[in-house]
T-cell receptor
């Protein structure tokens, strides 16, 4: 089974702090994604990566950056956290080698971030 | 703008009863449609996937239907159980990103289902 893990389930940070969210997948997937999930809104894509050191902006990249130095690890960075970044952050991974199954995205458990 | 709308927003049913959740989408180009189940405090898990040519897909007590002409899908849950309490999210793929980095997905806001004794 695919396993996607996220470094923290809950985080509390102060405005202006630099925040790192880590995601690790164990299935050798090429693609990794960061989403945020807010009440009343569907999941929104922040950034994704299709290979080591490669990244693409999603729909809401402002205020975020990402890093992918190793295939299995994808980090989301909030350079200077703000209260409007309080949210649930979900990481996902997928592989085009599994496109016959519609290239399912497998999600981690999420990190609930509160910025005070 | 690609959109996915789900109804109802929330639903409470008694254990053992059936229910149907609805999804309407305006996504172009259409590649496939999935239903995900998201338990509280967890990430979404894929239940079913349907392409343009498929109009029904089952996964145990879950049966999804797709009408590509009217751009509607439904998820029917039979003989509900307490463990079915979760958010059910309809997700439509508009094909792959130009870089090939996976599918471009549009997510609905989900239907929150609660199954009670």
């Amino acid at each position: 089974d695919v396993k996607v893990t996220q470094s923290s389930r809950y985080l509390v940070k102060r405005t202006g702090e630099k925040v790192f969210l880590e995601c690790v997948q164990d299935m050798d997937h090429e693609n990794m994604f960061w989403y945020r999930q807010d009440p009343g809104l569907g999941l929104r894509l922040i950034y994704f990566s299709y290979d080591v050191k490669m990244k693409e902006k999603g729909d809401i990249p402002e205020g975020y950056s990402v890093s992918r130095e190793k295939k299995e690890r994808f980090s989301l960075i909030l350079e200077s956290a703000s209260t409007n970044q309080t949210s649930m952050y979900l990481c996902a991974s997928s592989s085009p080698r599994l496109a016959g199954r519609g290239e399912t995205q497998y999600f981690g458990p999420g990190t609930r971030l509160l910025v005070l | 703008k690609n959109q996915v709308e789900q109804s109802p927003q929330s639903l409470i049913i008694l254990e053992g009863k059936n229910c149907t959740l609805q999804c309407n989408y305006t996504v172009s180009p259409f590649s496939n449609l999935r239903w995900y189940k998201q338990d509280t405090g967890r990430g979404p898990v894929s239940l079913t996937i349907m392409t343009f040519s498929e109009n029904t897909k089952s996964n145990g007590r879950y049966t999804a239907t797709l009408d590509a002409d009217t751009k509607q899908s439904s998820l029917h849950i039979t003989a509900s159980q307490l463990s079915d309490s979760a958010s059910y999210i309809c997700v439509v793929s508009a094909g792959r990103f130009p870089t090939g980095g996976g599918n471009k997905l549009t997510f609905g806001t989900g239907t929150q289902l609660k199954v009670e004794l």
